[in-house]
């Protein structure tokens, strides 16, 4: 049986018996709407801890005025249904009320790593994603926390936060898990058309494109980064937000491709907003 904790204080109680009979806590982390990306991230945690919780709750904070809150795909049911199907101990549900009871004043600043990549188009996205991980890493108290590469910037952020800040936690980044066209899994997939659909798959090709640039010996960022936009960009119905070379760990840009980097996509297929990302290493 999966409990549903809908109260901070009703989570609490259930860590600390769980804690208490010497079990270790695996947290993932989500705005619910699950699928198979999810679902790889709550087997990782079962492998790894004695009783996993993952967190349902779509939070306010890091959503833009504009951005789809009001709309991102809820459907409880269908999560409690996978979720007991995996066998998770529980779901920790909230209102947005029961987290923010008052407009948070303190909030955990992701520095310039909230401004890169998708901060540009997303100002203080990172800041509502760090602020909501740290409530609910003081609220759940895991031991490992797991986190999907598909977002790969917010599994960067959080790490650094736990670094930072001295969270007692471990993080795990679980590999992307793709659509067998190549597709990465996302919530936001639903809100595809049958068209965009299909030219969603540009994405993959765009990365996989530059992989093998990279593999074949071009070590110019620059031109890596023009082939990508190029894939992208000359598909009708696509908007290209970002197509770039970055270093893996520090999301800089480089200029040379000398070690391991991180190649990261994001676009807009009508009004639904997509991102993927690679890591690649450099042979030789
Ligand atoms: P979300 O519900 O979209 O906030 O995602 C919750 C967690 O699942 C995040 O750590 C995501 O990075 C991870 N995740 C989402 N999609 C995928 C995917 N296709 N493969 C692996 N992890 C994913």
Not at 188 to 208: E, H, I, M, P, S
Not at 232 to 239: D, K, Q, R
Request: aromatic share 6%; net charge neutral; charged share 20%.
């Amino acid at each position: 049986m999966t409990v549903v904790l809908s109260t901070i204080s009703a989570a609490r109680q259930w860590m600390r018996t769980e804690r208490s009979a010497g079990k270790t806590i695996g947290l993932v982390p989500t705005m619910g709407a699950l699928h198979e990306g999810h679902l790889s991230l709550f087997r990782q945690a079962r492998q790894r801890c004695d009783c996993v919780i993952a967190s349902i709750f779509v939070n306010p904070l890091q959503f833009g005025p504009t951005e789809d809150y009001d709309h991102y795909p809820r459907n409880l049911d269908h999560d409690m249904t996978l979720a007991e199907q995996e066998k998770l101990n529980a779901i920790f549900h909230p209102e947005a009320r029961e987290m923010y009871p008052q407009p948070p004043q303190i909030t955990v600043s992701p520095g310039r790593f909230g401004e890169l990549l998708c901060g540009v188009s997303r100002p203080g996205h990172f800041q509502g994603v760090a602020t909501v991980v740290a409530k609910l890493f003081n609220i759940l108290q895991p031991n490992v926390a797991f986190f999907g590469q598909k977002d790969a910037q917010q599994a960067i952020i959080v790490q650094r936060m736990a670094q930072d800040l001295n969270f007692p936690v471990a993080i795990e980044i679980c590999p992307i898990v793709r659509e067998p066209d190549g597709l990465a899994m996302s919530s936001r997939n639903q809100y595809l058309n049958a068209a965009d659909r299909v030219r969603a798959t540009v994405l993959y090709q765009a990365l996989r494109r530059a992989e093998r640039l990279i593999r074949s010996g071009v070590r110019d960022a620059i031109q890596v980064e023009r082939e990508m936009q190029e894939v992208i960009a000359t598909t009708p119905g696509v908007e290209l937000d970002y197509a770039r070379v970055v270093d893996r760990q520090s999301l800089q840009d480089v200029s040379e491709v000398t070690g391991e980097v991180l190649l990261a996509v994001a676009a807009r297929f009508g009004r639904t907003r997509l991102i993927d990302n690679m890591i690649v290493v450099p042979e030789g």
